[in-house]
């Protein structure tokens, strides 16, 4: 896409990567964008690049901007290379007099391109660049998700230059969050802090009342990924209030794999169970559903019930593999049950139940197995299960 003017003289230019469909194990199923920005003030500034597959394109847009003007900075906000794969091609372009960049982000950048012989100026929190007539401030954001991450703030221009922060995973023709569907926004938003910033939660939460402390002030918020807030920056600052404070609703997810159904007849009268009138609830099938949306629906909810029968006296692939994205991801604040089907070995609750506990998530009962095939009774066990979580959540 061609360069955006979204102020008077600052530029979007980046990449749409219309394509991209997985980011290391989180499923990016409408693609993902790669935003840096150029001010066009006294002196020139690009805050990050593009990944490296996009260099050519990206050089062509920036030159499309400056003309026969001098690039002066380069502002690395974040060395994570989807942001600073285009670095040396667009180093060798325009050979700007300076990289400014956190001392982390410097030996990041050092160790993933090699070498110390860039022209690097290191700042630190509350750090300011001159661009002549406009001023750059720095504020750290380490471990939201990188230990060198940072923001920069164009004090005059009232634009919170954002990082990683608030973006989300979606390719659009459109720049801005307010000209796109505000439901499919909300959903990206929260797919890409459940599935990226989930276990960084209390780093998050420091950086939101740094924000407030501070006072900074600003009017448009410019991430590296997806749409850039300028109507609606209340809407998207509460919900990440809520999600780095791990505020749950009365909600709960079923989450399962099966082998010839009889743990999909468990899960359904689970179900059954926790249904009704105050309690929302899902249900998962991992044969059917990627493992970062349901962490998506896991983040704002109460409980989760994991289930599974055994293959090879453990629990099923898909159900290993959802296991372990989870406990990355550290989901907080949360109350847990197993079930499963079994042959000839019992053990499917306890090794559930003991992955449940290594999160932290309270197990609310014991849970529920079953030998082959479940009968009338066994289902009921199972709907009274989820009534008595269904009544747990209500009672919150």
Same mark, same amino acid.
């Given at each position: 896409?061609?360069?955006?003017?979204?102020?008077?003289?600052?530029?979007?230019?980046?990449?749409?990567?219309?394509?991209?469909?997985?980011?290391?194990?989180?499923?990016?199923?409408?693609?993902?964008?790669?935003?840096?920005?150029?001010?066009?003030?006294?002196?020139?500034?690009?805050?990050?690049?593009?990944?490296?597959?996009?260099?050519?394109?990206?050089?062509?847009?920036?030159?499309?901007? *400056?003309?026969?003007?001098?690039?002066?900075?380069?502002?690395?906000?974040?060395?994570?290379?989807?942001?600073?794969?285009?670095?040396?091609?667009?180093?060798?372009?325009?050979?700007?007099?300076?990289?400014?960049?956190?001392?982390?982000?410097?030996?990041?950048?050092?160790?993933?391109?090699?070498?110390?012989?860039?022209?690097?100026?290191?700042?630190?929190?509350?750090?300011?660049?001159?661009?002549?007539?406009?001023?750059?401030?720095?504020?750290?954001?380490?471990?939201?998700?990188?230990?060198?991450?940072?923001?920069?703030?164009? =004090?005059?221009? =009232?634009?919170?230059?954002?990082?990683?922060?608030?973006?989300?995973?979606?390719?659009?023709?459109?720049?801005?969050?307010?000209?796109?569907?505000?439901?499919?926004?909300?959903?990206?938003?929260?797919?890409?802090?459940?599935?990226?910033?989930?276990?960084?939660?209390?780093?998050?939460?420091?950086?939101?009342?740094? *924000?407030?402390?501070?006072?900074?002030?600003?009017?448009?918020?410019?991430?590296?990924?997806?749409?850039?807030?300028?109507?609606?920056?209340?809407?998207? $600052?509460?919900?990440?209030?809520?999600?780095?404070?791990?505020?749950?609703?009365?909600?709960?997810?079923?989450?399962?794999?099966?082998?010839?159904?009889?743990?999909?007849?468990?899960?359904?009268?689970? !179900?059954?169970?926790?249904?009704?009138?105050?309690?929302?609830?899902?249900?998962?099938?991992?044969?059917?559903?990627?493992?970062?949306?349901?962490?998506?629906?896991?983040?704002?909810?109460?409980?989760?019930?994991?289930?599974?029968?055994?293959?090879?006296?453990?629990?099923?692939?898909?159900?290993?593999?959802?296991?372990?994205?989870?406990?990355?991801? =550290?989901?907080?604040?949360?109350?847990?049950?197993?079930?499963?089907?079994?042959?000839?070995?019992?053990?499917?609750?306890? $090794?559930?139940?003991?992955?449940?506990?290594? $999160?932290?998530?309270?197990?609310?009962?014991?849970?529920?197995?079953?030998?082959?095939?479940?009968?009338?009774?066994?289902? =009921?066990?199972?709907?009274? *299960?989820?009534?008595?979580?269904?009544? !747990?959540?209500?009672?919150?």
């Amino acid at each position: 896409m061609k360069p955006i003017e979204i102020k008077k003289d600052i530029f979007w230019l980046g990449a749409i990567d219309w394509n991209l469909r997985d980011f290391h194990g989180y499923s990016t199923e409408k693609g993902s964008t790669y935003n840096a920005y150029l001010v066009m003030g006294e002196k020139k500034a690009l805050f990050d690049t593009v990944k490296a597959e996009f260099a050519d394109e990206f050089i062509r847009d920036i030159k499309s901007v *400056l003309g026969e003007r001098k690039l002066d900075y380069i502002i690395s906000n974040h060395a994570e290379m989807d942001h600073s794969g285009a670095l040396p091609a667009v180093m060798e372009s325009f050979h700007p007099d300076k990289i400014i960049v956190t001392k982390a982000g410097q030996d990041a950048l050092n160790r993933h391109f090699h070498g110390n012989n860039r022209p690097f100026e290191l700042i630190k929190e509350g750090d300011e660049l001159s661009l002549g007539d406009k001023t750059v401030q720095f504020y750290g954001s380490a471990m939201i998700h990188w230990p060198e991450s940072m923001i920069s703030l164009l =004090r005059e221009y =009232r634009v919170l230059i954002s990082n990683d922060i608030f973006g989300q995973h979606w390719a659009t023709s459109e720049r801005f969050a307010d000209e796109v569907d505000q439901g499919e926004l909300h959903w990206q938003a929260a797919k890409y802090y459940a599935n990226i910033f989930l276990p960084t939660s209390p780093a998050v939460k420091k950086f939101l009342e740094k *924000l407030e402390v501070k006072g900074l002030q600003y009017d448009m918020v410019a991430p590296d990924h997806g749409l850039i807030w300028r109507n609606n920056l209340t809407e998207i $600052m509460k919900a990440y209030k809520a999600w780095s404070n791990w505020e749950t609703k009365p909600k709960a997810i079923v989450i399962y794999d099966t082998m010839w159904e009889s743990t999909a007849k468990m899960a359904r009268a689970i !179900m059954h169970g926790l249904s009704g009138e105050g309690v929302s609830a899902r249900l998962f099938d991992l044969r059917t559903n990627h493992r970062s949306d349901i962490m998506t629906e896991l983040l704002d909810a109460r409980a989760v019930i994991l289930g599974s029968s055994i293959l090879n006296s453990g629990i099923l692939p898909k159900m290993a593999d959802m296991i372990t994205y989870m406990k990355g991801l =550290r989901p907080t604040n949360k109350i847990g049950a197993s079930f499963g089907s079994y042959g000839w070995k019992n053990t499917i609750t306890k $090794m559930l139940n003991e992955q449940l506990e290594e $999160m932290k998530i309270e197990l609310a009962d014991e849970g529920i197995s079953v030998q082959y095939v479940p009968e009338e009774n066994d289902l =009921r066990k199972c709907f009274e *299960l989820g009534q008595k979580i269904r009544n !747990m959540i209500l009672a919150k």
